[in-house]
């Protein structure tokens, strides 16, 4: 699902949010404000998004959102929590909240920034993260994470991309129709080990829980893997994800990204990941759910992985 926002919206878009970016107003109000100013221009296609993301494709394009040009020159490298939104992080929130995701952030990732900064670090080259330079495979994030707290959707908003480095989704009822019915049952088994991510390193010691690859829930198909990372228990779970990797890369949509891009997915539907990045890109990201408070950082450290 593809929307496009005329320029004469876009502007008008933009000034509304520009009274919101203020240093005094809490940032749970700035996205409840940046979310109602969403919903004058992408109103009519919220049905259709929330239908899209549980029922659908699972993910959404929307061109011409606004950005911070003016911003362009600031260092995306530093992470810092949010005291004042820019236009881009009004956006990425706003437009999540209006679909009904509320914003929310970790603890131990990312300085638990609501918004993270999704660009290549200098030091992290070879990382095999959202920090990192080299290919990034297709996965789920927060695989480890019991399903209530993991990562209802991610959205992410283009400011740059020379580096013309794209996106891969696949949406896993697109995979598990092409696999045999005994790969679907081993997939389901519980003989998957999931490992928490690299960028899950603040404080929080690394962790390994056995499950299964993909669900059916409420009559839906769900997944949870980190394809470089999952470690299967035998030989039978191993030759599983092997015919799965191939048919999920073999059916890959691959999104090209421009300045001005906002893509929502459901990441208990999707599975995404990108080639390696040779230049320029930077993207903004936030996570969403309906199981959390809007805002919250969730420290796992408290809660049931
Ligand atoms: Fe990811």
């Given at each position: 699902?593809?929307?496009?926002?005329?320029?004469?919206?876009?502007?008008?878009?933009?000034?509304?949010?520009?009274?919101?970016?203020?240093?005094?107003?809490?940032?749970?109000?700035?996205?409840?404000?940046?979310?109602?100013?969403?919903?004058?221009?992408?109103?009519?296609?919220?049905?259709?998004?929330?239908?899209?993301?549980?029922?659908?494709?699972?993910?959404?394009?929307?061109?011409?959102?606004?950005?911070?040009?003016?911003?362009?020159?600031?260092d995306p490298r530093l992470e810092t929590k949010i005291?004042?939104?820019?236009?881009?992080?009004?956006?990425?929130?706003?437009?999540?909240?209006?679909?009904?995701?509320?914003?929310?952030s970790?603890?131990?990732e990312k300085m638990g920034s609501?918004v993270h900064e999704v660009v290549?670090k200098?030091?992290?080259?070879?990382?095999?993260?959202?920090d990192?330079?080299?290919?990034?495979?297709?996965?789920?994030?927060?695989?480890?994470?019991?399903?209530?707290?993991?990562?209802?959707?991610?959205?992410?908003?283009?400011?740059?991309?020379?580096?013309?480095?794209?996106?891969?989704?696949?949406?896993?009822?697109?995979?598990?129709?092409?696999?045999?019915?005994?790969?679907?049952?081993?997939?389901?088994?519980?003989?998957?080990?999931?490992?928490?991510?690299?960028t899950?390193?603040f404080?929080?010691?690394?962790?390994?829980?056995?499950?299964?690859?993909?669900?059916?829930?409420?009559?839906?198909?769900?997944?949870?893997?980190?394809?470089?990372?999952?470690?299967?228990?035998?030989?039978?779970?191993?030759?599983?994800?092997?015919?799965?990797?191939?048919?999920?890369?073999?059916?890959?949509?691959?999104?090209?990204?421009?300045?001005?891009?906002?893509?929502?997915?459901?990441?208990?539907?999707?599975?995404?990941?990108?080639?390696?990045?040779?230049?320029?890109?930077?993207?903004?990201?936030?996570?969403?759910?309906?199981?959390?408070?809007?805002?919250?950082?969730?420290?796992?450290?408290?809660?049931?992985?």
């Amino acid at each position: 699902m593809k929307i496009i926002i005329d320029g004469p919206s876009a502007n008008a878009w933009l000034l509304e949010l520009k009274n919101v970016s203020v240093d005094e107003v809490e940032v749970s109000e700035q996205i409840r404000l940046a979310s109602d100013i969403a919903k004058k221009y992408i109103g009519n296609h919220l049905p259709n998004i929330k239908d899209e993301l549980k029922y659908g494709s699972g993910y959404i394009l929307i061109k011409g959102v606004p950005i911070d040009l003016e911003t362009s020159g600031v260092d995306p490298r530093l992470e810092t929590k949010i005291e004042c939104p820019s236009i881009s992080e009004l956006s990425l929130l706003g437009i999540t909240a209006a679909s009904g995701l509320r914003p929310f952030s970790y603890a131990q990732e990312k300085m638990g920034s609501l918004v993270h900064e999704v660009v290549p670090k200098p030091d992290c080259g070879n990382s095999v993260s959202s920090d990192g330079f080299v290919e990034f495979k297709l996965h789920a994030d927060g695989a480890y994470l019991n399903r209530a707290i993991r990562p209802e959707t991610l959205s992410l908003m283009c400011l740059n991309n020379d580096a013309q480095t794209k996106t891969n989704l696949i949406l896993i009822d697109d995979v598990v129709h092409g696999m045999s019915r005994n790969d679907v049952d081993i997939l389901s088994s519980l003989n998957y080990m999931h490992v928490s991510p690299e960028t899950f390193g603040f404080g929080v010691k690394s962790k390994k829980i056995k499950s299964s690859i993909i669900d059916r829930v409420d009559g839906s198909w769900e997944v949870k893997v980190a394809t470089h990372n999952t470690e299967p228990c035998g030989f039978e779970a191993e030759s599983a994800l092997t015919r799965f990797i191939h048919m999920a890369n073999s059916k890959v949509n691959a999104i090209s990204w421009e300045p001005g891009d906002f893509v929502i997915f459901s990441n208990l539907r999707c599975l995404h990941g990108r080639g390696s990045i040779s230049g320029r890109r930077w993207l903004k990201r936030c996570y969403g759910s309906r199981n959390m408070v809007c805002g919250s950082v969730v420290d796992l450290n408290d809660s049931v992985v």
